[in-house]
């Protein structure tokens, strides 16, 4: 996996390794998204094929590009594929880098 689609999970992959606690709390969590200097998490091309193969992969969450609310946005997108395949997997909005780690750090561990 690699590209700069990979760039929101890359940073946090980065960033685990850098911490002590495992910021995934037990969970299988994907995404996609290219980052900035700055840390906003821009558009990607085939978020539908993602959404599918982290589906299909057992993921329970998915960090997709918000686009700041915009119509058509990755995230809407995401969200519909999601609904489509009838998934479990939760469709997780971002419009930062830091979005995503406050997701992260505020939602419960998995074995509680």
Do not use: H, W
């Not at 990979?6 to 002590?20: H, K, N, R």
């Not at 495992?22 to 094929?49: L, S």
């Not at 590009?65 to 058509?72: A, H, I, L, W």
Request: charged letters at 25%; glycine letters at 12%.
């Amino acid at each position: 996996i690699g590209g700069p689609s990979a760039g929101l999970m890359f940073s946090l992959e980065i960033y685990d390794q850098l911490t002590e606690k495992d910021i995934t709390k037990g969970y299988q969590i994907a995404g996609t998204g290219e980052v900035n200097y700055e840390g906003q998490v821009g558009r990607i091309g085939g978020i539908d094929k993602k959404v599918v193969a982290a589906s299909e992969d057992g993921c329970q969450i998915f960090f997709a590009p918000n686009e700041d609310g915009r119509k058509g946005s990755n995230y809407q997108v995401a969200k519909e594929t999601a609904e489509e395949i009838n998934t479990d997997m939760k469709v997780v909005p971002v419009d930062t880098f830091q979005d995503a780690l406050n997701y992260l750090k505020d939602m419960e561990s998995k074995n509680s």
